[in-house]
């Protein structure tokens, strides 16, 4: 079936760029998602691109595709306190239900 | 402001007994799912559902089931509550026809069976 993969861990200062890269299996995904979850908080979508597009910017956030390699990475910009919080990425499935693949999540710590 | 609502935060059973799990969404979503989210493992999914009555398999069924009665709520049922089901369970939803198919979570019930 469809894996998504993806970090654990990652570490940044403040002020800094902080990037949480992901690679996935299905070549026929049709959207790949971003998704923050804040402590004890559900999933909220943050951003999403569709597979036929190499970038997508929105203010300090920015999503690359690489469509060839498999891999999706998310830089933020500036990286604020605010900003720490689990990030996952997903993938949706072209066929049959369509499903939404998930990560692991990587724990995004910005250090003040 | 979209919504969905899980009936509980925290949730504590014994072994054995029955559990439900209540979502409730109020943006006429036709597409409802149940994930349990665990450490190093991630969002697994364990059921879904496209309309109403209507229900399907996701990665992880067993020992579990669903309803969905109405549009608006789907319900996950426990039928027998044991340890390994202790987990944070998160209710989604989504529109059938948004072309990004993004999906709207709820904030979670954390359940533990002792």
């Known amino acids: 079936g469809e894996d998504v993969e993806q970090s654990l861990f990652l570490s940044v200062r403040e002020g800094d760029s902080s990037v949480i890269n992901c690679t996935y299996t299905d070549s026929s995904s049709t959207y790949l998602y971003w998704y923050k979850q804040e402590p004890g908080a559900g999933l909220q979508l943050l951003t999403y691109i569709f597979s036929n597009m190499d970038m997508k910017q929105d203010q300090r956030l920015t999503v690359l595709l690489n469509k060839k390699d498999k891999h999706l990475s998310l830089r933020i910009a500036d990286t604020q306190t605010g900003d720490s919080a689990i990030y996952f990425c997903a993938e949706r499935e072209s066929g049959g239900y369509q499903k939404v693949t998930f990560g692991i999540g990587t724990k995004l710590q910005v250090i003040p | 402001d979209v919504k969905v609502t899980q009936s509980s935060r925290y949730l504590v059973k014994r072994t054995g007994e029955k559990v439900f799990l209540e979502c409730v969404q109020d943006m006429d979503h036709e597409n409802m799912f149940w994930y349990r989210q665990d450490p190093g493992l991630g969002l697994r999914l364990i059921y879904f559902s496209y309309d109403v009555k209507m229900k399907e398999k996701g990665d992880i069924p067993e020992g579990y089931s669903v309803s969905r009665e109405k549009k608006e709520r789907f319900s996950l049922i426990l039928e027998s509550a044991s340890t390994n089901q202790t987990s944070m369970y998160l209710c989604?939803?989504?529109?059938?026809?948004?072309?990004?198919?993004?999906?709207?979570f709820g904030s979670g019930t954390r359940l533990t069976v002792v």
């Open positions: 989604a939803s989504s529109l059938l026809r948004d072309s990004y198919y993004g999906y709207t």
